[in-house]
């Protein structure tokens, strides 16, 4: 993909696809024929764009999780004794936040 989509990137997107769907639910009674298609066409657009954007995220984030946990397995197999020390002291942080509530 040619651009990197950060979540503001999403959240501009998300934002001008609810202001043409605003525009169209706005202005549908108001304006002739020709002007509500033209309306109707823009809507379903921007909704189709967004709609690819947010499936492409979410499929790059997918990966992204893929990568990160085999990552974090290789490591846990090269140190065991070192993973056993994290999954403890995250227990730990875990076991003392619950217990406070």
């Known amino acids: 993909m040619a651009k990197d989509y950060t979540t503001e990137n ?3 997107e998300l934002k001008s696809l609810a202001d043409t769907l605003e525009d169209v639910l706005r202005s549908s009674s108001e304006k002739p024929l020709a002007e509500w298609d ?4 823009k809507a ?3 909704l189709k764009d967004t709609r690819v954007r947010l499936s492409d995220t979410g ?3 997918a990966h992204q999780t893929k990568e990160i946990a085999s990552q974090a397995d290789t490591y846990v197999h ?7 020390g994290i999954g403890a002291a995250v227990g ?3 076991g003392v936040l619950i217990s406070r509530r």
């Open 38 to 41: 033209r309306l109707r066409s």
């Open 10 to 12: 999403l959240r501009a």
């Open 78 to 84: 090269k140190n065991p004794w070192k993973g056993i």
């Open 92 to 94: 730990v942080i875990v």
């Open 44 to 46: 379903e657009g921007a």
């Open 59 to 61: 499929d790059r984030l």
